[in-house]
């Protein structure tokens, strides 16, 4: 399952290794970039601009076409055995979401990577909810983690501990409430641009990335992949793990030796027993 933003085609690679290498039958959910436009119905929703949004029916296309992708990976499958459902970064908790909403009966395994699964705490200033009240509705409405041998969550998170990503900074002083100026959300596109402009002061790109995590679990100074921190990746009652040197995105992860991603070969290998049952 994609992430915002991301469409089928990112996880190409990811979808060929664990089929050619692991021979795990593979179906991604048929998403373009365009079609997250249509998350822009929201905007007439009043409960959007009260941070009160629910998945439906904003969501719908999403939904749709992640029953249709388990639809298909059930054809395959024959009946012979269930399926496990991957979602990564925002798609993780969308994930939880088709489960409440289209039942669990054919499903052992959720394994999110990089997902934000905590909405941000309440009350900070600086720090708006970027998902209008859809990650406080998860989190209420939503079944609770487990690890038992029926249904298992695995929640992978990255920490990048090797290279730029070391740990995310507040942006001045020794306090976050002194931010000046709007919120830059720090998106993928934006997170790869800056990888490759070596010339940007590792400092402002500790500061830059931690606004990001700031905004989504309220502390700049934690540890993550670069979008989403460590802490908010894990959920109580899923087995949790934590792979350093890991990117959150397949944009900008070219050349996997040097920007892996959740989804690069070398990477796969660390959580890709989970699914091996």
Same mark, same amino acid.
């Given at each position: 399952?994609?992430?915002?933003?991301?469409?089928?085609?990112?996880?190409?690679?990811?979808?060929?290794?664990?089929?050619?290498?692991?021979? +795990?039958? /593979?179906?991604?959910? #048929?998403?373009?970039? !365009?079609?997250?436009? %249509? @998350?822009?119905?929201?905007?007439?929703?009043?409960?959007?601009?009260?941070?009160?949004?629910?998945?439906?029916?904003?969501?719908?296309?999403?939904?749709?076409?992640?029953?249709?992708?388990?639809?298909?990976?059930?054809?395959?499958?024959?009946?012979?055995?269930?399926?496990?459902?991957?979602?990564?970064?925002?798609?993780?908790?969308?994930?939880?979401?088709?489960?409440?909403?289209?039942?669990?009966?054919?499903?052992?395994?959720?394994?999110t990577l990089g997902t934000p699964h905590l909405p941000p705490p309440k009350?900070?200033?600086?720090?708006?909810?970027?998902?209008?009240?859809?990650?406080?509705?998860?989190?209420?409405?939503?079944?609770?983690? +487990?690890? /038992?041998?029926?249904? #298992?969550?695995?929640? !992978?998170?990255?920490? %990048? @501990?090797?290279?730029?990503?070391?740990?995310?900074?507040?942006?001045?002083?020794?306090?976050?409430?002194?931010?000046?100026?709007?919120?830059?959300?720090?998106?993928?596109?934006?997170?790869?641009?800056?990888?490759?402009?070596?010339?940007?002061?590792?400092?402002?790109?500790?500061?830059?990335?931690?606004?990001?995590?700031?905004?989504?679990?309220?502390?700049?100074?934690?540890?993550?992949?670069?979008?989403?921190?460590?802490?908010?990746?894990?959920?109580?009652?899923?087995?949790?793990?934590?792979?350093?040197?890991?990117?959150?995105?397949?944009?900008?992860?070219?050349?996997?030796?040097?920007?892996?991603?959740?989804?690069?070969?070398?990477?796969?290998?660390?959580?890709?027993?989970?699914?091996?049952?």
């Amino acid at each position: 399952m994609q992430g915002l933003g991301n469409n089928s085609a990112d996880y190409a690679s990811l979808q060929l290794t664990l089929q050619g290498e692991y021979g +795990v039958p /593979t179906v991604v959910a #048929k998403v373009s970039r !365009v079609d997250w436009l %249509r @998350n822009a119905a929201g905007l007439l929703d009043p409960s959007y601009w009260s941070g009160t949004l629910k998945p439906r029916p904003v969501l719908d296309w999403y939904l749709k076409r992640v029953d249709d992708a388990v639809q298909e990976a059930k054809a395959i499958a024959q009946g012979d055995e269930t399926l496990s459902l991957i979602g990564h970064s925002a798609g993780g908790w969308l994930a939880r979401v088709y489960m409440e909403e289209f039942g669990v009966s054919d499903i052992s395994l959720l394994l999110t990577l990089g997902t934000p699964h905590l909405p941000p705490p309440k009350g900070i200033p600086g720090v708006i909810d970027q998902t209008r009240g859809l990650l406080y509705y998860v989190e209420e409405h939503c079944r609770k983690a +487990v690890f /038992t041998p029926q249904l #298992k969550y695995v929640c !992978v998170a990255g920490r %990048r @501990n090797l290279c730029r990503y070391i740990k995310g900074t507040k942006l001045v002083g020794n306090t976050e409430e002194q931010q000046v100026g709007p919120v830059v959300p720090v998106t993928d596109e934006v997170l790869a641009a800056d990888v490759v402009n070596s010339t940007t002061n590792p400092t402002f790109r500790a500061r830059f990335v931690g606004q990001g995590y700031k905004q989504v679990c309220g502390r700049a100074d934690v540890w993550g992949d670069g979008v989403v921190p460590e802490e908010s990746a894990h959920l109580e009652g899923a087995l949790n793990i934590t792979l350093d040197g890991v990117y959150h995105s397949p944009i900008g992860s070219s050349d996997d030796s040097q920007r892996p991603w959740y989804g690069s070969p070398g990477i796969i290998e660390q959580w890709v027993h989970h699914l091996l049952h």
